[in-house]
């Protein structure tokens, strides 16, 4: 491969890893501020005691800016009704021990969920019962078929009951995982779209520049070297580190600035004229959205590009293909059973 086009294509990696790095910046400081997380972890809760009709009363502009302001009603919990279990669980002290008074947890261990919602029972229709008359208690036909099918020919007992419902809790949590995973890269998306907009981040003029101006491609090459660290670049997961996050994205936006893009556009110096304008304006418009869904891919797929790019043009080490996470904390609580 020419020489030429790995470098063109090392600059262009560059810049869709820095726009990457602030649009990820941006979503994050956003999801942090409107407690973003927590609100699904909610649905992913109402989902799994199947009370998915109550998500509509939780949706709206007031909720948002109620969580974003940590006022009291943000989550909505009290238009589900005294009757809801959800909300009975949610307000166990368990869950709202997790996270500061306005907020919510963004995060539940499977076992502590199970153990809230045992207790939220075991609390409200008696202790002593088996499993089955604790659910039948209930009134929600689907919830009870679900945990019984779960616990099968087993113990009917509470901690059979306990354990069914880490199962269930699990088993939801995944597909909410990856409903959200799916959400933020559209986030990111719209995000990149907006800064590609307004900031001029077109990636067909860019090529364009790269492959004619050398100087300028040697510029973004050493940019790269000189900026790609050890380990793929991370954000803060700490739900209530918004206003960091904000910072950090504002800090990304002027490395962006750096870049060889801005208003105005080369491509419309000269253009006079409904068509050649409206042309200037749809090629425009195709380089913004390459931009936008560059960035939707995430700054660790450009991390990984930059860094085999780099190896393959002969300037750097191959990243390693392989990495091995992190083993995470395992919660065990006292067993229910006697």
Request: hydrophobic share 45%.
């Amino acid at each position: 491969m020419s020489s030429h086009y790995l470098d063109v294509a090392v600059g262009l990696s560059y810049t869709f890893l820095a726009v990457s790095l602030l649009c990820s910046a941006t979503r994050e400081a956003i999801a942090s501020l409107f407690q973003t997380r927590a609100k699904v972890l909610l649905d992913g809760v109402l989902t799994l005691l199947h009370e998915s009709g109550a998500k509509p009363q939780l949706r709206g502009i007031g909720p948002s800016i109620l969580r974003l302001f940590r006022l009291r009603g943000g989550f909505g919990l009290e238009k589900l009704g005294s009757q809801s279990l959800t909300a009975e669980v949610m307000r166990h002290p368990l869950i709202t021990g997790m996270a500061q008074q306005g907020r919510m947890p963004s995060y539940i261990p499977s076992a502590i969920f199970a153990r809230a919602f045992v207790s939220t029972l075991t609390a409200k229709y008696g202790k002593g019962k088996t499993a089955a008359a604790l659910l039948n208690s209930i009134g929600n036909e689907g919830l009870t078929k679900t945990l019984l099918a779960i616990m099968g020919e087993g113990p009917d007992d509470a901690a059979a009951l306990e354990n069914a419902a880490r199962i269930w809790y699990d088993t939801v949590m995944d597909r909410i995982s990856g409903w959200y995973k799916r959400r933020s890269q559209f986030v990111l998306f719209l995000v990149g779209l907006v800064y590609a907009v307004v900031m001029n981040i077109d990636a067909l003029q860019l090529s364009q520049r790269l492959w004619s101006d050398a100087a300028l491609t040697s510029q973004l090459i050493q940019k790269a070297e000189d900026a790609k660290p050890a380990v793929p670049p991370g954000l803060p997961t700490d739900p209530a580190s918004g206003v960091a996050q904000a910072r950090q994205a504002k800090a990304q936006a002027e490395e962006v600035q750096k870049l060889p893009i801005g208003w105005p556009s080369a491509r419309f110096e000269g253009v006079k004229g409904f068509g050649p304008v409206t042309v200037a304006l749809l090629f425009a418009l195709i380089g913004w959205i390459a931009t936008a869904f560059a960035a939707s891919l995430g700054s660790p797929f450009w991390f990984e590009g930059v860094g085999w790019l780099l190896a393959l043009r002969g300037t750097g080490a191959k990243p390693a293909t392989e990495t091995t996470a992190a083993p995470s904390a395992v919660v065990t609580l006292p067993s229910l059973r006697k």
